[in-house]
């Protein structure tokens, strides 16, 4: 019998669950974080919402701690890296809510299509406005979904039974995936303009904050209508309003926002704009389902059985040999995946050297972990790496060598025309960047990196330097490969910041530079 500790609301299918495995259930709600220092003395299992921020703090007065669930999707609260080196398991419940958000964004989108809030305060208010609250159908309209994870794939499913027609934007989907699901892929620029509502189902990151902004609804069809169940953030609130003022957007369905929780917004004064306060995993069924799926895996994880929803791996699962690498092949397969600017249609993964036959599969693992980083709205975790990998029709193959002949160990990506290398040098076994689209390049990988491919002729360094310089974005370190035939050459750049993407175009445009691509570890 074990000791669980709870310290958030949790169904109660779920408390009974763990009391039935013949474990102590602890229920303690609404601890400071001091009281939480003292209750997780003792525990085998700490179990939380979004409340309660698990620190490396918390971690250490645990020490029987064997495993952490958070009852939802969500680990920004938790310290998973420190979990990790502690040999403590991190479990989530990632499929509890999906259902109901995919059915938030349907209801969202009905509700702006038929002004379904509008016209009820207007009735209530003693109001009978038949005409000013005319809307649309949903029957023969092109729907643009951009994300196809779990819940953009179920919105696909029930736009489908509307008669709509479907496309999508997502780079980490494969053409022949999307072709089963009845939608047509195509780029996001495309699919604003074509698309008579747009539904948004990305992960909240650096290169989607702000993503529907001003220039791209600029680029929108006119009367387009916009729904958001994804996060905050993703779409500009100014930039939208000022597009539905104009005439531009016809109006959206917003369950999340920039700053929440949030009572004041621009969009709150527009008569087409219909809103929620986050709720599209408040139903009974998602609550339920969190609270028996995070019981379930805490149970498997104190029973020693194989856990589903792991999302991390106790050290004492992987061998020494190979565990300085973890996180090499996942920056490797971030990298690759930045240079795609997206999913591949295959993966190839070669271990040379003494890393060979070393039990390289949390390698593969990893890698995955990198490559789909941005691109799912769940957490990617060495457990279900390979599942989403099926799902979006990547295809993975894996060699090993003994021979490496310039290096004890190196780790090469290769797919979608790109290929990426890396090892770890010095006494401090430090990652580096070798090599990147076959040029030979020295350097270590970085939280903002740019890469320049360019003619190899004099003043091209210049020209990029000058470039990023006058942005007052830092160039911290820098790396040049040549081609082997000489006539083209590699630039790879880390920066003190993300670059911003009036510069990139710019260098895009300039005579010589061929290729631009941004990496964000």
Request: glycine share 10%; net charge negative.
């Amino acid at each position: 019998m074990a000791r669980v500790l709870v310290t958030e609301k949790l169904a109660q299918r779920g408390l009974d669950l763990l009391a039935e495995a013949g474990h102590e259930v602890d229920v303690r709600l609404g601890l400071s974080p001091d009281e939480l220092l003292e209750a997780v003395v003792g525990a085998e299992a700490l179990v939380i919402r979004s409340a309660t921020t698990v620190t490396a703090e918390v971690l250490a007065a645990g020490a029987d701690l064997v495993v952490v669930g958070r009852a939802g999707i969500g680990l920004d609260n938790v310290d998973v890296a420190t979990a990790t080196e502690r040999g403590i398991m991190v479990v989530n419940a990632p499929q509890s809510n999906i259902l109901s958000a995919a059915e938030q964004a349907m209801a969202l989108m009905l509700a702006q299509a038929r002004n379904v809030p509008q016209a009820h305060a207007a009735l209530v208010a003693g109001k009978w406005e038949r005409s000013k609250w005319e809307g649309v159908e949903l029957y023969g309209k092109t729907l643009g979904i951009v994300g196809l994870g779990r819940v953009g794939a179920l919105v696909a499913q029930r736009a489908l039974a509307f008669g709509m027609r479907l496309v999508a934007y997502d780079p980490y989907v494969s053409a022949d995936r999307a072709r089963h699901m009845s939608v047509e892929l195509m780029s996001l620029e495309d699919l604003v303009a074509e698309s008579d509502f747009v539904t948004i189902h990305l992960p909240k990151t650096p290169d989607t904050i702000g993503l529907f902004g001003a220039d791209l609804l600029a680029k929108a069809k006119p009367g387009i209508r916009i729904v958001n169940t994804a996060r905050g953030g993703i779409v500009d609130e100014d930039a939208l309003a000022e597009a539905i003022r104009s005439g531009r957007v016809q109006g959206a369905g917003l369950d999340v926002f920039a700053k929440e929780p949030t009572t004041e917004s621009p969009l709150f004064e527009l008569p087409s704009v219909v809103v929620a306060p986050h709720l599209g995993a408040s139903t009974a069924e998602a609550q339920d389902k969190a609270g028996v799926t995070i019981a379930e895996q805490v149970i498997l994880a104190l029973d020693g059985d194989f856990v589903p929803f792991a999302v991390n791996v106790a050290a004492t699962d992987v061998s020494e040999t190979v565990r300085p690498f973890m996180g090499l092949a996942e920056q490797l397969g971030r990298i690759l995946a930045c240079l795609n600017d997206g999913l591949p249609s295959s993966l190839e993964i070669e271990f040379q050297g003494g890393l060979a036959g070393a039990g390289t599969g949390i390698l593969t693992l990893s890698a995955l972990k990198g490559v789909f980083a941005a691109g799912t709205e769940e957490p990617v975790s060495y457990v279900n790496a390979p599942q989403i990998a099926e799902e979006r029709g990547l295809v993975v193959r894996e060699t090993s060598t003994v021979t490496a002949h310039d290096y004890v160990n190196l780790i090469t990506l290769s797919g979608g025309g790109h290929s990426v290398s890396g090892t770890l040098t010095g006494p401090r076994t430090e990652p580096r960047l070798v090599m990147m689209d076959d040029h030979t390049v020295e350097v270590p990988p970085a939280p903002h990196m740019v890469v320049v491919r360019n003619d190899d002729r004099a003043g091209m360094i210049g020209v990029v330097g000058t470039a990023i310089g006058e942005a007052g974005v830092s160039i911290s370190s820098m790396a040049v490969g040549p081609s082997a035939s000489g006539n083209t050459a590699l630039m790879v750049l880390s920066t003190d910041r993300q670059v911003p993407v009036d510069v990139l175009e710019r260098l895009r445009s300039e005579d010589g530079i061929s290729d631009v691509h941004t990496v964000e570890i």
